[in-house]
C-alpha cells in the first residue's frame, strides 16, 4: 500500500513544485492524510 500511495504521490508533484521545501512541505501534508486515515481505520 504504501509504494501505491509514494508512486501516487510521486506523479502527482511531478514538476509542480519550485523548490525542495515546497516540495517537502506538501509531501508531509499528503503523508499526514494518509497515517490520519490509517488510524481511523485501525482500532
Known amino acids: 500500500m504504501m509504494s ?5 504521490l ?3 508533484f511531478v514538476n509542480t513544485y ?3 521545501a515546497e516540495l517537502c ?3 508531509e ?3 499526514q492524510c494518509l497515517f490520519d486515515a ?3 481505520l485501525t482500532p
Not at 501505491?4 to 501516487?8: L, S, V, Y
Open 29 to 31: 501534508k499528503e503523508l
Open 18 to 20: 519550485k523548490s525542495k
Open 10 to 12: 510521486s506523479e502527482k
Open 4 to 8: 501505491h500511495w509514494t508512486n501516487f
Open 25 to 27: 512541505h506538501e509531501w
Open 38 to 40: 490509517l488510524a481511523v
